[in-house]
């Protein structure tokens, strides 16, 4: 029963941190071309690491084993880590989370461009 659910917690933090790490690298090298600026410096993606990989850690170590897993049948050896199954959801995870994240990204730069005014400038 434990090395079941050790399986499922390792898959699992993969996935989320594959997901997490996909996101990071495409946001900061697609930022850069476009924008001419990293919008993720080196530093901020060390704590967004840090951070994720504490909470998803704390939060896949604490899932206790069920009765359920039992019922399930062993993986076999050569069942690779990260299935097909895994690699749409992080693919789908990460797609989503680019639109969101350019999406905020490019209306701050829109409203960064637009030309400010003068009067509201004086009042500060």
Known sequence: MWGRNVYDSISKFLQFQLTVNVVAVVVAFTGAC????SPLKA???LWVNLIMDTF???????EPPTEALLLRKPYGRNKPLISRTMMKNILGHAAYQLVIIFTLLFLALQRDQRPQDPR????L
């Open 34 to 37: 476009i924008t001419q600026d």
């Open 43 to 45: 530093v901020q993606m």
């Open 56 to 62: 998803a850690s704390l939060a896949l170590a604490t």
């Open 120 to 123: 509201r400038e004086e009042r």
